[in-house]
């Protein structure tokens, strides 16, 4: 929210959870930046064996799309629920209300389609916008769309979600920061999810070890 020069006058916003950000910036509705709309239907008998692709919230996974469980639909049902580059997609609705709005971004135009229980957030904006329903907007807005009875986010509720708007190019500059800056973290975190490995390995390894008598335990302490 506050951009890429921190000696930048700052204003504010009068949005709570936005806090002051550039005096140049505005705030503005989801809906006056792009729009959004549902996914399609479709039953058990609509199902095919192969056909165009129909993600679900289980197709989103850490921010990124994840095709391993997949159904398929034909492509005249799936007509009006096709992905385009740019857009964001959704969950809008789950049993689980921690799963509402986890979102991906989709980079390029592929033949997906997408569920009834999903959202695509269609819009100018392109990756700044992925990035802010990756920040605290939806943490914010919970109790809108988060009840006893049922966890769903509806397309007038979430259009009605105040943002910051940076000019166009700052946005851009923005999104490619963040860009740089989260690969790093994407590396470290690999790097991690290797040592992690390697030491329940050797963990493995040390009690069979053990238990098998190859291995005093005078050692195994030492």
């Not at 509806?154 to 000019?167: N, V, Y």
Request: proline letters at 4%; hydrophobic letters at 35%.
């Amino acid at each position: 929210t506050k951009g890429l020069d921190p000696n930048v006058e700052m204003k504010d916003s009068g949005v709570e959870w936005i806090g002051d950000i550039p005096k140049h910036w505005h705030v503005c509705k989801l809906k006056h930046a792009g729009y959004s709309f549902n996914g399609l239907t479709y039953s058990p008998n609509d199902l095919l064996s192969d056909g165009i692709p129909v993600l679900r919230s289980c197709n989103v996974q850490n921010a990124k799309l994840d095709l391993s469980d997949t159904v398929f639909v034909s492509k005249e049902q799936a007509h009006d629920a096709m992905l385009e580059a740019g857009d964001v997609l959704i969950c809008s609705r789950n049993g689980s209300a921690k799963l509402i709005g986890k979102c991906a971004y989709i980079s390029q135009s592929e033949k997906y389609a997408f569920g009834a229980f999903m959202m695509v957030y269609r819009s100018s904006l392109k990756k700044f916008g992925y990035y802010l329903l990756n920040s605290d907007l939806f943490r914010y807005y919970k109790p809108l769309f988060s009840t006893t009875t049922i966890n769903q986010l509806t397309s007038s509720t979430f259009g009605d979600f105040f943002i910051p708007l940076p000019p166009e190019m700052e946005r851009v500059k923005i999104s490619e920061s963040l860009d740089k800056e989260l690969q790093k973290i994407d590396s470290l975190s690999r790097k991690v999810d290797q040592i992690i490995l390697k030491l329940k390995e050797y963990r493995s390894s040390l009690i069979s070890a053990a238990v098998t008598g190859q291995l005093a335990i005078e050692e195994a302490s030492a």
